[in-house]
C-alpha cells in the first residue's frame, strides 16, 4: 500500500481514500475482502483515527466498501451495468449478456385500475388491469423488486406460472402479439422501506434506484406501467450520449 503524502495540499483522508481505490481497482483488493482497519490505517500511515474513519466513510458511501457489524469493512462486489439505450426488459437484459436470473412472483393479482392507471393507460373507470409484484435476483442474491400493471384486455389468460422465470416482454410479444416499440421512463432515488428492506435483504432506509416505466406499442398503445426498486449496492445504469 502507498503511504499518504503529508506535504501534499490534498488533504490526507482524500488521498487516503484514492490509495484504497486504487487498490480496488488494481485488483490488490478483491471483492468481498476485508480491507485494514482504521487502527492498522492510522498506525501504517501515521495519521488520526479520524482521518482514516472519514476516508473509509467516504469510500462506503461512493459504494465501493461495505461494512459489517463486529466483522469489518469489505470491497464491494462489481456492479453490474444495465444500459439505458435499449428497451429490454430485466429478464432479457441479463440473458443476453449470459448470466444466472431467477424471478419469484410476489403478487399475481386481477383487480380494478386506479385513476392515474386510467389515465397512463388510457383505460375506462370499469377496466381492470393485472398487478404483477416480482422479485428479481441475480446469482441468487435478490436485485430488484418490480411491479407491473397491465389491462387485462391486451394480454386476457396471462397466468403468474408463464411468467416464472420467463421475459414478460417476450411473453406479450410471442403470445399476445404486442408489437413493443418504445417507453417513457425516470429514474429517481429512493431510500427503502421496512418490506422493501426485507425482501432486497438490504438495512432500512438503504438508498435504493427507482425506475417508473410507462411502455408502448407500435401503435402508440400504452400497455404497461411499472414501478421497479433497483439495489443501489449491486447495479448500475450505463447511458450511451452522442453528440
Known amino acids: 500500500m502507498k503511504r499518504v503524502d503529508k506535504d501534499s495540499p490534498i488533504p490526507l483522508y482524500y488521498q ?40 473509509i466513510a467516504s469510500l462506503v458511501n461512493e459504494g465501493l466498501l461495505y461494512r459489517e457489524r463486529g466483522k469489518g469493512t469489505f470491497v464491494v ?39 392515474k392507471l386510467q389515465h397512463d393507460l388510457q383505460l375506462k373507470e370499469q377496466d381492470e388491469v393485472f398487478e404483477i409484484t416480482r422479485l428479481r435476483s441475480v446469482t441468487d442474491e435478490p436485485y430488484a423488486i418490480e411491479t407491473a400493471y397491465l389491462p387485462t384486455a391486451l394480454c386476457e389468460g396471462l397466468t403468474a406460472e408463464a411468467l416464472e422465470n420467463n421475459s414478460l416482454y417476450t411473453i406479450l410479444e410471442k403470445q399476445f402479439g404486442l408489437q413493443i416499440e418504445y417507453a417513457n421512463q425516470t429514474i429517481e432515488p429512493v431510500l427503502v422501506n421496512d418490506y422493501e428492506s426485507q425482501m432486497l435483504q438490504v438495512k432500512q432506509k438503504t438508498l435504493a434506484l427507482m425506475f417508473s416505466r410507462l411502455t408502448y406499442t407500435k401503435k402508440n398503445i400504452p400497455f404497461e406501467v411499472t414501478k421497479s426498486i433497483y439495489r443501489s449496492d449491486r447495479y448500475k445504469f450505463e447511458i450511451t450520449l452522442k453528440r
Not at 486504487?22 to 479520524?50: F, K, Q, W
Not at 437484459?93 to 403478487?107: N, V
Open 16 to 55: 487516503l481514500k484514492n490509495i484504497i481505490s486504487e487498490m480496488i481497482e488494481n485488483e490488490e483488493l478483491a471483492a468481498d475482502e476485508v480491507v485494514p482497519t482504521e487502527r492498522e490505517l492510522c498506525e501504517y500511515h501515521g495519521i488520526s483515527r479520524m482521518t482514516a474513519n472519514k476516508a
Open 77 to 115: 462486489k462489481n456492479k453490474e451495468k444495465h444500459p439505458l439505450h435499449n428497451l429490454l426488459g430485466f429478464t432479457e437484459d441479463m440473458q443476453r449478456r449470459g448470466i444466472r436470473i431467477h424471478t419469484k412472483i410476489i403478487s399475481f393479482q386481477r383487480k380494478s385500475a386506479t385513476k
